[in-house]
């Protein structure tokens, strides 16, 4: 091998490492949550169309009205099922009640029983549920 010739470097382009060199190497990362980029990245898609950054910033603006709606359609629906529950449970305890008065207190007993058993399991359950996200 000639002298003159250049080293051979790495796959990477960098030189070989000789004896007694150390290597040192960066790396960095950004993680960032949220519909809106960096105010960096916006400048820099500014640079590229003053319009870009406008529709980014509306769709983000469209996606925390669209994420309240359905907050909102949630929480709707959620308290029309408490009402259908509540409905439901007091048509069944109503229906235990006669049920015992008309001289069938087994039957109604036992009605009675499964309400308050499906009640209590669907609020356990029910809260369990609710606490992942």
């Known amino acids: 091998m000639s002298d003159d ?39 820099a898609y500014g640079d590229i169309s003053p319009e870009l950054v406008l529709r980014i910033v509306d769709a983000a603006d469209a996606e ?33 009640v006669w049920l015992i008065r008309d001289g069938h207190a087994v039957e109604g007993a036992v009605l009675g029983s499964i309400d308050m058993v499906a009640l209590v399991a669907l609020f356990v359950i029910g809260r369990r549920d609710t606490s992942s996200p």
């Open 64 to 96: 925390r009205a669209h994420r309240h709606r359905m907050d909102a359609e949630r929480a709707r629906r959620s308290a029309m099922g408490l009402v259908a529950g509540f409905a439901i449970a007091v048509l069944f305890l109503a229906a235990s």
């Open 5 to 43: 010739l250049p080293a051979a470097a790495d796959s990477d382009g960098r030189e070989p490492m000789r004896a007694g060199q150390v290597s040192v190497e960066r790396y960095a990362a950004a993680y960032r949550i949220g519909p809106l980029p960096t105010p960096e990245d916006l400048a």
